[in-house]
């Protein structure tokens, strides 16, 4: 029989464990954010191939429907398909894609220019936009030549060349790199999305197996609802972004907007960022169609509005209305969150990181709510 010293001290050990737990917790809880703070690139790079391979996945298994063949077969003929089409993009437009490239960003230049300019002579104060860089210096050509000092034939110091050597050096390095670190996390993303398609159910089996064994049922569970859900909401955007890219190149070419294909594919391609990408890309189409006058950019302002719209009330409530269902403030909230906290990463996959925490939570508010089964057995 215990006694009341013996209850104490066992109240004390409870304390004391229950104290080591939550502290190791919290330790624990602490060197997660840090590890994610510090390598959120990477993270974030790991995710990308993870849906690129959800993405090749969703469409191996819509061609399953069509064709019986196997798995392996069916990602070869996808990624060949897919291979094909771009190769045919860059082989047929590529010319016309780096000229267009060239023209708007011209065009995207001297716009700002403009615009700053008009903002100045109306009074408002632009002193926070910084387009030094955007703007040629006039002394260069404006100068007379009788003004201008006589040239001297004279041989530049060793100071002057190793200076002017150094600033080419550094700068062709930084272009190098930057080169080469965006190659890299192109290939980087590529590899890991192909080895992700090739053998799902093997990192499938991976995942289940971190799970602990009396909660594996439920991990099951959850895993298969996020890859579902990803694939639907996957499909759905490529069908939108599309759609998005053809309306937007075929309507800025009727209007008669240089550059509409370049800026049909920018329009594509941000499509895929929710409610930010539709405002970049009708900010970046404005300020291209206004070198063509202000009907013009009028004209493209419509057209923004409209494919905003196809977006909005027909594409997104038809293709994911089963995909996704999120309020546009809380998504537009976390979206601002993840990009002012990780950058362009945060931004560009908030929303299919805000999928996964919502079927996590839709999967235990749902436990939450169901019944005991002594009750339903009663």
């Known amino acids: 029989m215990t006694g009341p010293a013996d209850d104490r001290l066992q109240a004390r050990n409870d304390l004391a464990w229950a104290i080591s737990v939550g502290g190791i917790g919290v330790v624990l809880f602490a060197a997660l954010l840090l590890f994610t703070w510090t390598f959120a690139a990477t993270l974030f790079l790991i995710f990308a191939g993870m849906l690129l391979g959800v993405a090749l996945t969703a469409m191996t298994d819509l061609l399953g429907r069509a064709v019986r063949l196997a798995h392996s077969l069916r990602l070869a003929i996808v990624c060949l398909v897919l291979a094909g089409m771009l190769s045919g993009i860059v082989f047929l437009g590529g010319a016309t894609i780096a000229q267009q490239a060239t023209v708007l960003s011209n065009t995207i230049k001297s716009q700002l220019v403009n615009v700053k300019a008009f903002l100045e002579r109306n009074g408002v104060d632009t002193s926070f936009f910084d387009f030094s860089s955007l703007t040629a210096t006039p002394s260069d050509s404006s100068t007379p030549a009788a003004s201008s000092p006589a040239p001297s034939h004279n041989l530049p110091s060793a100071g002057a060349i190793a200076s002017s050597g150094g600033a080419i050096f550094s700068q062709s390095l930084k272009l190098i790199l930057g080169t080469v670190s965006a190659v890299g996390n192109f290939f980087i993303v590529l590899f890991l999305g192909l080895a992700f398609a090739a053998q799902p159910g093997v990192y499938r089996a991976g995942l289940l197996f971190i799970a602990p064994a009396r909660h594996r049922a439920r991990a099951t569970v959850i895993i298969d609802r996020i890859g ?69 950019a009028l004209s493209a302002f419509i057209l923004f509005l409209g494919v905003h719209a196809m977006e909005s009330y027909v594409l997104t409530p038809i293709i994911q209305r089963q995909a996704l269902d999120i309020p546009p403030a809380t998504l537009f909230a976390f979206q601002i969150l993840l990009g002012v906290v990780f950058g362009i990463w945060g931004l560009a996959l908030a929303l299919p990181l805000m999928a996964i925490a919502k079927v996590m939570i839709d999967h235990f508010k749902a436990e939450g709510e169901a019944p005991p089964a002594e009750a339903m057995v009663a």
């Open 228 to 296: 579902y859900t990803l694939e639907r909401w996957l499909i759905a955007q490529i069908v939108t972004m599309a759609a998005v890219f053809f309306v937007t190149w075929i309507g800025l070419a009727v209007i008669g907007i240089q550059s509409s294909f370049i800026l049909g594919i920018q329009a594509g391609l941000l499509a895929f960022i929710p409610t930010v990408g539709a405002i970049l890309a009708g900010l970046i189409v404005v300020l291209a169609s206004l070198a063509s006058g202000w009907v013009a």
